[in-house]
C-alpha cells in the first residue's frame, strides 16, 4: 500500500483538529527530521508507523512496521511508551516473565457471591522473531510464518488439542460455524487497515480451536499470534491456568520477540510488556452508571469497554472489565490486579442493588449513606464541612430518608467523599433543606458563621437603583481591570442539576431559553444551546470565555454533568456584558459584567435582568435562607460581586493583604473572569487579584454589593 512521506503526514496529524493523539504529541518536527530517511532492517519506516494516525483522527497511537522499529525509532517511540504506560522512572524496564504457582494462586472464582459475572477471558500477543510485522511482511513471508505457527500449534497436548482453520480456504460451512461462535476475526478495523494489518487479506491468516472450543489462537490477525483462553462464568484460575500453560508450551516450540527494557514486542505499544489483556463481562449497570465510574475504573487500573469491545455500546448493563497496565509487573502481577479490581466492582454493585431497590425512577442509584459517609470520615485530609457532622446518630436518622424527587443524603455528600477539598455537599432539589434540616443546618451555620439562635434572611431587596451608595470604584481607571456581579437561580419544580433526569432537564432549558429570548432593551439577545452547538459558535465562545465545561471533578461527583450536553446553554446579549448560563451548577447563573470599574451600572444592569427574568419564572426561595442553590455556600442572595483590580504593593506584603481582606469580607482570587482579548491592552506587570464579596447568607443584595 502506497505510504504519504513522513512531513506530509506529519502536517496532517497536527493540522487535524480533532487528533489529540499521543503519536501527536511526540511525532515533533525534530523527530521527522531525524526519521524520514531511516528504515529498519525489515524495510520498515516512521511513515509507516503513523499512517494510520492521519487518517484516523481518533486512534490514540502508533503502530510497529516490525519489532526493529522500538529500537531504530527510539526517541519517538520511548517517548511514547513512557507516556502511554505512565513511566516514571528515569529507564523503561520490565521484568522477566512470571506467571506464577500455577497451584496456588491468589484469585479463584470471581462469580462466587454473586450472579453478575457472564464470561472470562485471558489473551497474550506474541510475534515470532526473525519476521516483520504486518505492515512490512511480504505474503510469501506471511504464508510461511502461518505454516511454522500451524505446525506448532498441531504438536499441542491434551486439553489443547485441536483444528485450524485457514481463512483462505475456509468452507462455508466452517466459516458460518465461526461466525456463530463469535470466534472469526475480520478485516473492518479502519486503523488496523490504514496501518497495513489487512494487507493480503486473507492469505496467511487463520484460527486455532480446541475441541472444547475455550482455547483459540489467532494466527496473523494484529500481532503474529494470539493466544486467548476463555469459558462461561467467573472462573478466572482455570481461564488463566490454560492460558499459561498452553504460552509455556508455545515458547518452547517458537522464538518470540522480546526485550529487557519492553517484554514482549508486539504490533501496538499498548499491548508491550506482558501483552497480556485478562477481562470479564460482567453486569453492572448501576456502578457503570456513577458519574465517576471512569475514575473508579482508573482507581484500580482498570479499563471498561462496552458489550462488544472497544468502541461498542454496552448492552443490558453489561461491560468488558480488564486489566490495564502490561509494562513493568508480571502476568501474575497483572491478573492479581484485575481480579482485585472485578471484585471490588461488583461488590459495589451487589451493595448499590440493595441500597437502590426501592428508588424512585426521578433520581439515580447511589452508593449507600454509610458507605460514602466511611470514605468522608477515614480521609485525614478531608476539608468538607459535613465531616464534623456525619455523626452515627445523623448516619442512622437519615439512612434511607428521600425528598418526594428521591434524593438521598448520600447523594448529597457524594461528592465529598470522592474529592477531600469539597467544602460543602450538593443538594438534590429544594426540598433537601427541610428532608435532612437536622444535618444541613449544621454545615449552613458552620460555613456561613451564623451566630443567632435561628437562620434567618432578609426579604429580597436590590434597593433604590436610582440612588445606590456605589458608583464607579475607580473613574481613573488606573486599577480596576473589570467587574462582574452575578447570582444563581433554581427554577420551582424541577430538581438541581446533580438528580434530575434528561428529559426533564431539556424542558428546563426550553421554559428558561423562552424567558432569556423574551427579553428587551439591552439584555436582548441569543441563546446557544450546548446540544448540536456547531463548530463556528463554540470557538466564538471559547474565544470570548464564555463557554462552560465538564471539568469539575467535584461537581461531576455530585452528579452535575449527568446526560452532558444536554439541557445546557449560554444567553449573551449583543453587547456581551450581560450573560445566562443555563444547567451549568444551579438551574441559572445571571451575570453582568464589562471592563473597568463602573460597579452601579453593572449591578443594575443584573438587577434589571433579574427582574424581567422573575416576570416569567418562579425561582425557589426560603424565608429562613434566602433563594435556594445546589451548593449551599450560594445561599441568600447568591451574589458574588467582584472587582479584577491591579494591586501590586498591597499584595506583596501577604499578610498585610489577608489582615484587609478579612476586615472587609472579601476572597482575594488570581483569576480573571473576563475575555483575555479584551483585557490585554489593559493588563501590566502589575500583580493583579480578583476581589469577591465573602458574605451572601443574612444581608440584602444591595448591602452586599455596597460592602
Given amino acids: 500500500m502506497a505510504i504519504p512521506d513522513l512531513t506530509k503526514l506529519y502536517t496532517t496529524i497536527h493540522e487535524c483538529s480533532e487528533n489529540h493523539s499521543i503519536t501527536k504529541n511526540h511525532l515533533t518536527q525534530d523527530v521527522v527530521n531525524k526519521y524520514a530517511s531511516v528504515k529498519t532492517k525489515f524495510g520498515g519506516t516512521l511513515a509507516q508507523c503513523v499512517n494510520h494516525n492521519a487518517s484516523n483522527p481518533g486512534a490514540l497511537l502508533p503502530r510497529c512496521a516490525d519489532s526493529d522499529c522500538y529500537t531504530v525509532f527510539a526517541d519517538f517511540f520511548d517517548a511514547v511508551i513512557r507516556d502511554y504506560h505512565k513511566v516514571t522512572t528515569p529507564k523503561i524496564s520490565h521484568p522477566p516473565a512470571n506467571f506464577g504457582d500455577l497451584q496456588h494462586l491468589p484469585f479463584g472464582d470471581l462469580s462466587i457471591g454473586n450472579d453478575l459475572v457472564i464470561s472470562t477471558r485471558v489473551r497474550l500477543g506474541r510475534t515470532v522473531k526473525g519476521y516483520g510485522f504486518a505492515p512490512v511482511i511480504s505474503k510469501e513471508d506471511r504464508i510461511a510464518l502461518e505454516q511454522k505457527i500451524v505446525a506448532a500449534l498441531k504438536t499441542l497436548p491434551g486439553e489443547f488439542a485441536g483444528d485450524y482453520y485457514s481463512l483462505g480456504n475456509m468452507t462455508k460451512t466452517e466459516y458460518d460455524s465461526l461466525v456463530k461462535d463469535h470466534f472469526l476475526f475480520r478485516d473492518d478495523d479502519s486503523v488496523l487497515r490504514d496501518a497495513g494489518g489487512y494487507r493480503d487479506w486473507p492469505s496467511g491468516r487463520g484460527i486455532f480451536i480446541n475441541k472444547k472450543k475455550n482455547f483459540l489462537v489467532w494466527v496473523n490477525e494484529e500481532d503474529h499470534i494470539r493466544i486467548i483462553s476463555m469459558q462461561q462464568g467467573g472462573n478466572l484460575a482455570e481461564v488463566y491456568t490454560r492460558l499459561a500453560e498452553a504460552a509455556g508450551y508455545l515458547e518452547r516450540q517458537l522464538e518470540f520477540e522480546k526485550d529487557e527494557r519492553f517484554g514482549y514486542l508486539t504490533f501496538c505499544p499498548s499491548n508491550l510488556g506482558t501483552t497480556m489483556r485478562a477481562s470479564v463481562h ?60 472485578v471484585k471490588a466492582l461488583l461488590t459495589l454493585e451487589k451493595m448499590m442493588e440493595e441500597y437502590n431497590k426501592n428508588m424512585p425512577a426521578s433520581t439515580w442509584a447511589v452508593e449507600p449513606l454509610e458507605y460514602l459517609s466511611k470514605m468522608i470520615l477515614d480521609a485525614p485530609d478531608s476539608r468538607c ?49 427541610e428532608t435532612f434540616k437536622g444535618h444541613m443546618e449544621h454545615v449552613i ?44 437561580r433554581s427554577v420551582q419544580g424541577y430538581q438541581f442539576g446533580t438528580t434530575i433526569n434528561k428529559e426533564a432537564r431539556v424542558q428546563l432549558e426550553k421554559e428558561l431559553a423562552d424567558a432569556l429570548m423574551g427579553l428587551t432593551g439591552e439584555h436582548a439577545g441569543t441563546y446557544y444551546s450546548l446540544a448540536g452547538m456547531d463548530e463556528a459558535t463554540r470557538k466564538q465562545l471559547v474565544e470570548d470565555h464564555f463557554l462552560f465545561k465538564d471539568d469539575d471533578s467535584v461537581l461531576r461527583d455530585a452528579g452535575g454533568y449527568r446526560d452532558w450536553p444536554a439541557g445546557r446553554g449560554i444567553f449573551h446579549n449583543a453587547s456581551k456584558t450581560f450573560l445566562c448560563w443555563i444547567g451549568e451548577e444551579d438551574h441559572l447563573r445571571i451575570i453582568s459584567m464589562e471592563l473597568g470599574g463602573d460597579l452601579a451600572g453593572i449591578y443594575t444592569r443584573l438587577v434589571k435582568g433579574i427582574q424581567a427574568i422573575e416576570q416569567k419564572v418562579k425561582f425557589c426561595h426560603s424565608d429562613n435562607y434566602g433563594y435556594l442553590t445546589c451548593c449551599p455556600s450560594n445561599l441568600g442572595t447568591t451574589m458574588r460581586a467582584s472587582v479584577h483590580a491591579r494591586v501590586p504593593k498591597l499584595s506583596a506584603n501577604k499578610a498585610k493583604f489577608d489582615e484587609v481582606c478579612k476586615k472587609y469580607g472579601i476572597q482575594a482570587r488570581g483569576k480573571c473572569p473576563l475575555p483575555l482579548s479584551l483585557l490585554a491592552p489593559m493588563l501590566s506587570a502589575f500583580a493583579t487579584f480578583q476581589g469577591v464579596v465573602d458574605w451572601r447568607l443574612g444581608t440584602c443584595a444591595g448591602k452586599m454589593v455596597w460592602k
Fill in 385 to 433: 464541612i459535613c465531616k464534623k457532622y456525619l455523626t452515627p446518630d445523623t448516619i442512622k436518622q437519615f439512612d434511607g430518608k428521600r425528598t418526594k424527587f428521591g434524593t438521598t443524603l448520600a447523594h448529597m455528600i457524594r461528592n465529598c467523599a470522592y474529592n477531600p477539598r469539597a467544602l460543602c455537599p450538593r443538594l438534590g432539589d429544594a426540598e433537601c433543606y
Fill in 445 to 488: 451555620r458552620d460555613y456561613h458563621r451564623v451566630q443567632g439562635d435561628k437562620i434567618s434572611h432578609p426579604v429580597p431587596t436590590f434597593g433604590d437603583l436610582s440612588k445606590l451608595p456605589f458608583k464607579n470604584l475607580d473613574p481613573s481607571g488606573k486599577l480596576i481591570i473589570s467587574t462582574r456581579v452575578r447570582v444563581g
Fill in 282 to 341: 460482567a453486569k453492572i449497570p448501576l456502578v457503570s452508571a456513577l458519574p465517576n465510574y471512569k475514575q473508579l475504573c482508573e482507581k484500580y487500573h482498570m479499563q471498561s469497554r462496552g458489550t462488544f469491545g472497544e468502541h461498542t455500546a454496552t448492552v443490558g448493563g453489561v461491560y468488558d472489565l480488564s486489566n490495564k497496565r502490561r509494562l513493568g509487573l508480571t502476568e501474575l502481577e497483572a491478573v492479581t490486579e484485575m481480579a482485585a479490581g
